[in-house]
């Protein structure tokens, strides 16, 4: 029975998906098939609130539920619901491919929840495919257009780059299995600190960064982050929300589970990090300033926030990874309030650009204020979620010294401010050509909006609840070898 309610959420998960599945074999159903997908995206979201306190190693040591696991199931779950209320009328999807695109989305929902749980490189590695694909499948569903085909374009990169990745990531991990002679994350975690610290360091510090490979892709760090603004552009709108929000999620989890192997006097691995974290930062906010297209901004942004959250890996810590699970958290929300405005500023699914979001305020003042919060956190201003969680990483960077990072990225986020500024002018101030019309929202939208808005501000204002949840699942990562 406690086996049974450990795996509660997964079993909510695969019984949706195989009624969707069922759903997708008639014609018209995309209604019953959003009503199935919002059934399961809660039912998942309670399962994984009812067994937060359940410890369980499954399936021969491969599998572990854990506070640290179930946690990031809540957040999975939550931005489940987020994604399938955001996904309304799929306007932009090819009419007969709905009710698979929901039925996508849950398989890939299923590889992130089965992915923060994985603690074998195996589940891992199927887990993060079975998330990728269903990911590379949703990109060509979006409707063809005059004279564009850019949804194609943007699949084939998605999935050249994604397959790249994984191979660079086994190819770490094959290093890291004949260094300490198993797949067994456990039995990694124990073994290779001596062997960073033996003659045999600089080839475990090569096979950790490229097992990271595959991981940093999926967060768009810099220089694994070619393909982030072409498929923020080419893919649908809801399509683009889900994959600049979620798999960051599953991404940053596993991260803390490798990075974890690590200790903080490998000096020549942190450095790695403070590089990548630099270049991201540097280069995502640089592009973004220029950009008109609100996707491809976001798709930057999104480089840059990447960055940030590398930030609190450096510190090689517990307080450091708190940091980086509470920002990357926030970032799913601050990222999804983004694209609700997107997705319904749009009458058709077109893209949206900066200019178009003029006289927001008055076309449906909803959306206004949910584009302003989800900006102002994004940015970091107070007393939204994003100022929280940028101060708690730079303090757990700061308390290991690294000065100029902390520099580095504080002139960052004064960069980022100006384009995101822009974009409140432009809703608040911006005079749209003729008459505007009125953006009507349906209520799920509207409840939509106003749980992100309650999300970021709460997140923001009390920070210490959620902050602490997460420091004390993170002793459940420092487990001791099986068997």
Not at 21 to 32: C, I, N, S, T
């Amino acid at each position: 029975m406690s086996s049974f309610l450990a795996f509660l959420p997964e079993l909510i998960l695969l019984a949706g998906a195989l009624g969707l599945f069922v759903v997708a074999l008639g014609d018209g159903r995309v209604r019953l098939a959003r009503t199935v997908s919002l059934l399961t995206a809660t039912g998942m979201l309670l399962a994984a609130l009812f067994t937060f306190g359940q410890q369980m190693v499954m399936f021969d040591g491969a599998y572990r539920v854990d506070g640290f696991s179930q946690f990031l199931k809540i957040v999975i779950g939550f931005g489940y619901v987020c994604v399938v209320l955001l996904s309304g009328e799929l306007r932009d999807i090819r009419g007969e491919a709905k009710p698979e695109y929901y039925l996508f989305i849950a398989l890939s929902l299923i590889g992130l929840t089965l992915l923060v749980s994985s603690i074998d490189v195996i589940t891992l590695v199927v887990s993060l495919e079975l998330s990728s694909f269903a990911l590379y499948l949703l990109v060509p569903m979006r409707r063809e257009r005059a004279g564009q085909r850019a949804q194609m374009e943007s699949a084939i990169k998605y999935l050249m780059f994604g397959v790249a990745a994984t191979g660079v990531m086994l190819f770490g991990f094959s290093y890291l299995y004949g260094l300490t002679g198993s797949t067994s994350l456990p039995v990694i975690l124990a073994k290779l600190p001596p062997l960073l610290a033996s003659s045999n360091s600089s080839l475990a510090i090569v096979g950790l960064a490229l097992a990271l490979a595959g991981l940093l892709y999926k967060l768009a760090v810099f220089p694994f982050h070619f393909w982030t603004p072409d498929v923020y552009e080419g893919a649908a709108n809801e399509t683009s929300g889900l994959i600049a929000s979620l798999p960051k999620v599953g991404a940053v989890a596993v991260l803390v589970r490798l990075v974890s192997l690590a200790t903080p006097e490998h000096a020549a691995f942190a450095t790695l990090l403070t590089c990548l974290a630099v270049a991201s930062m540097v280069y995502g906010n640089l592009i973004a300033l220029v950009q008109t297209d609100f996707k491809r901004l976001l798709g930057f942004s999104g480089i840059a926030h990447a960055g940030y959250a590398l930030i609190g890996f450096v510190a090689l810590d517990d307080a450091g990874y708190a940091a980086a699970l509470y920002y990357i958290s926030g970032y799913m929300l601050m990222v999804l309030a983004c694209f609700v405005v997107i997705c319904h500023v749009s009458p058709d699914g077109a893209n949206v650009s900066v200019a178009d979001l003029a006289g927001l305020h008055r076309r449906s003042p909803l959306l206004a204020v949910t584009l302003l919060v989800g900006v102002f956190a994004l940015a970091g201003i107070p007393p939204f979620v994003g100022f929280m969680a940028k101060l708690s990483l730079l303090t757990a960077a700061l308390d290991k010294g690294h000065l100029a990072l902390v520099v580095v990225a504080v002139i960052n986020s004064a960069i980022a401010i100006y384009y995101y500024l822009r974009i409140v002018r432009t809703a608040f101030f911006g005079e749209s050509e003729g008459i505007p019309a009125r953006i009507q929202l349906a209520w799920p939208v509207a409840a939509l909006c106003l749980l992100l808005i309650a999300g970021i501000t709460a997140l923001g204002v009390v920070p210490a609840t959620v902050v602490d949840t997460i420091s004390r699942s993170l002793a459940a990562i420092k487990f001791p070898p099986l068997g």
